[in-house]
């Protein structure tokens, strides 16, 4: 697959030109925040490139809440123990390319891939949508990708990664979805010079984070550290339980389902979840299996970098893009809490 050069003056044309026949979401600033919506062609709104995202683009493949099914029933007057039930699935999935987002935003969903391959919600949005991924020219100290994958310039969940060079973009195809984008006459071929520079760049980035930090003792420890709460209360101590964490993690996928209903008719929405919440595993008896902050975030941790791993060949249920350490407004750190756990479990295990 031959990579191209976009030059910079000509981005925004050539994304007005993949509008024509798509949703194209973009990163923008609003209230403060980046956050991705979709692009008007020609629309002036400045495209913020240089930083990561506030919120990443999960909304695209998996929405804050979408209707899953509209119903309605009758019942028979003269039979009124004979109810007609009708049930009419509503997916909602446009042809849709994310422009923008970080390596990290986009390896995202093949944490989701694993769970939510039978969903056909999902899966009919995975399949349309194509990610044109950016890889970082800074890295910022909350970020932690090489840890849990490759990196800055990791390709797996993007189609397309676009390489900042000198003026412009390399555009690297991945799949055949994303070769499929780089097919307009304002795109040229990248030269040998280009993309020599677009290696050069993705070497920077990824030395940019230094060293890695091992984690592949993490899932045994933090089943080693399962029943000790004095840990687990320690290291939550100051949560307040707000859900920043997980409404802006890119690999954060529970859900909750409500039935929505006006007379005889409604629908069924589901919406995200957060487990960081006493009310998420909350029974109709009353009872909590996961009652204090303390088993929430060992669940929360655990989930992550233990129980996902052991059942998906080891891959690690988090992309290191940090925005649970930046956004969560007493700075819970889960980088310190997973180096801790590996510490505290060997120290268990050296003293018995
Ligand atoms: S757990 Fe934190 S660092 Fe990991 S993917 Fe979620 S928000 Fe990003
Ligand atoms: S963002 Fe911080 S304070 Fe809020 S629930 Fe997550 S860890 Fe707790």
């Not at 031959?2 to 609003?30: C, F, H, M, Q």
């Not at 929360?300 to 129980?307: A, E, N, Q, T, W």
Request: hydrophobic residues 35%.
């Amino acid at each position: 697959m031959n990579s191209k050069y976009i030059p910079a003056d000509k981005l925004t044309a050539w994304l007005d030109g993949l509008a024509a026949d798509n949703r194209v979401l973009v990163p923008v600033v609003e209230n403060g925040s980046i956050v991705f919506r979709p692009r008007e062609a020609g629309s002036d709104t400045p495209l913020e490139l240089e930083k990561q995202a506030t919120v990443p683009p999960k909304n695209a493949v998996f929405p804050a809440s979408e209707p899953l099914l509209t119903f309605s029933y009758q019942k028979h007057e003269d039979e009124p123990e004979k109810v007609d039930v009708s049930v009419q699935p509503t997916i909602n999935a446009q042809p849709t390319v994310v422009f923008g987002c970080r390596p990290c935003d986009a390896r995202g969903f093949t944490i989701f891939d694993n769970v939510y391959g039978a969903d056909i919600y999902y899966e009919s949005r995975r399949e349309k949508t194509a990610f044109i991924s950016q890889v970082c020219k800074e890295t910022a100290n909350t970020c932690f990708c090489h840890w849990t994958g490759e990196g800055p310039a990791d390709s797996r969940g993007s189609d397309v990664l676009a390489v900042p060079v000198d003026a412009g973009y390399v555009l690297e195809p991945v799949t055949e979805k994303g070769e499929g984008l780089l097919t307009s006459s304002l795109l040229a071929d990248a030269s040998k010079e280009q993309q020599d520079a677009a290696a050069q760049m993705k070497k920077d980035a990824r030395e940019q984070l230094g060293e890695a930090v091992d984690v592949s003792e993490a899932r045994g420890a933090l089943l080693a550290l399962f029943d000790n709460m004095e840990f687990w209360e320690d290291v939550s101590a100051k949560c307040i339980s707000c859900g920043a964490c997980t409404y802006l993690c890119p690999t954060c996928y529970c859900f909750n389902i409500t039935d929505e209903t006006c007379g005889s008719q409604g629908h069924r929405v589901r919406s995200w979840d957060n487990c960081m919440s006493y009310l998420f595993t909350l029974e109709g008896s009353g009872h909590n299996p996961r009652p204090t902050k303390a088993h929430r975030l060992k669940n929360r941790v655990g989930h992550k970098f233990s129980y996902y791993p052991g059942l998906h060949d080891g891959l690690i249920a988090c992309c290191g893009c940090g925005r649970c350490i930046k956004s969560c407004p007493v700075s819970v750190d889960i980088r310190e809490i997973v180096q801790r756990a590996i510490e505290t479990a060997a120290a268990e295990t050296k003293a018995s």
